[in-house]
């Protein structure tokens, strides 16, 4: 109990007194987080709406599939992204192992299925409704796709935010590739299990802290940037 | 506002740091927990302009990181592994830096009596026969392959423990809070111990044994199976770490007045 009282103390001075090493790995957590939440948005969202309209043979098993990977283990993501970086691997030329970049790879890979499936359900949800009006319009499936997308881009927000929340709070892959390099990789979540190494559970902790007020942060910043019209039904 | 907090966004998503010169150091956990990295590193930017990326891993990790060139230099303390590493052609040289030594460590009250006895063989030979809680590292690091040469001094064979024996699978840290939460016997860098801040019921209980002595070397990684290796970064570097600059803040580095580290590069 000491120690949660102690991590709450630490971190309030940490954030009060803007401690410059806390400044900068928290801005790494978000820099690689948001870059990877814009990349898998970008992949994930048209991807959900395409599976919406899109009437193929393998559908319904690439959704099935795309379920299952929301529970995809990040350590195996990191070790798969760690091996296919890796000099000795495949794209080792790049020499991006290490590197923020990696971890952006890694982050994408986990949260795509997570967005891309909460995005499918509602944006399904959706379709339901508008079909008969689309076809009956007699849009193009770049229309269709693009009229759900923005009609439902309040339950959009929700899957993006749920695939914020994973990747934010992710050490087991990104620690793999990106190894926890003092002013280079070190995020909140790799540091956390560094001071937890070392048996200093309070700064550990506080800085636990710093993450979790970090997300609700950035939640309610993109809440409310995103309220752009009040009317409507979202 | 909005457009205000929308670039700020923007400004975090575009932040990038370059560093002049950088190369990539995979370390042992010991040398980075100890402390003494966060004292050199810094001085080693000021007078090499240089700027050391740590990959904090394991021994056996941290040659794996050097064999597939995916570091530039590696800093660790087991020589024989060392050794095959050389023979096998993925590093150019191995210098001596430093040395520590490892410590035994228990509950105070001691109950696998080791304080005082007159060898670590010994020491392991007690905690053995009475079957004491013992934590152990796992992680194939250079920690970990010393334990496991000294059970052998002994005549004994890890496999063929009871559950008294819990190997861990992590670094030098962890292992210590696992120790520290059961209570049990483990073997930790001398280092690592003393800046270890979640003591709990746990104590110094043996060291001095020349067998426990931990000596630390550098090898670059060879070139000529990695190009992209930046040899001369990890020349000059080296060039540093045997200087005298190098002696002077290795031997007085101290944690409680401790001396932990004992220069003897040549």
Redesign the interface.
Known sequence: MVDLWDGMSRAFWLVVTLDAELVEIALRSLQVTLIALVVASAIALPMAALLTVRRFKARRTVIAVLNALMGLPPVVVGLVVYVLLSRSGPFGVLGLLFTPTAMVIAQVIIIVPLIASIAHQSLRDLWAEYHDLLISMNVTQFQKISTLLWDARRALLTASLAGFGRAIGEVGAIMIVGGNIDHSTRVLTTAIALETGKGDFALALGLGFVLIALAIVVNLAIHWLGRTEREGRW | M?LI??SL?AA??G???YAGD?M?MAVT?SFN?SGLADVL?PEIEKDLDL?V????VGTGQALTLG????VDAILVHSRQAEEKFLADGFGTNRREIMYNDFVFIGPKDDPAAIDGVPTAVSALQNIASSSSRFVSRGDDSGTHKKELSLWGSANLDPETFGDWYRAVG?????A??TA?GMNAYIMSDRASWL?????GDLALLYAGDPVLFNQYAFLPVNPEL?P?VKTDLTKKLEGWLVSDRAKELIDTYKINGETLFVFNAE
């Open positions: 909005k907090v929308a966004f975090v998503i932040t990038v740091s950088a990539k956990t927990n590193l700027e990326q740590l990959l904090v064999r597939a060139g995916d992590s670094g030098m840290g962890a210590l809070n520290s800046n270890f801040g979640n003591k990695h992209h």
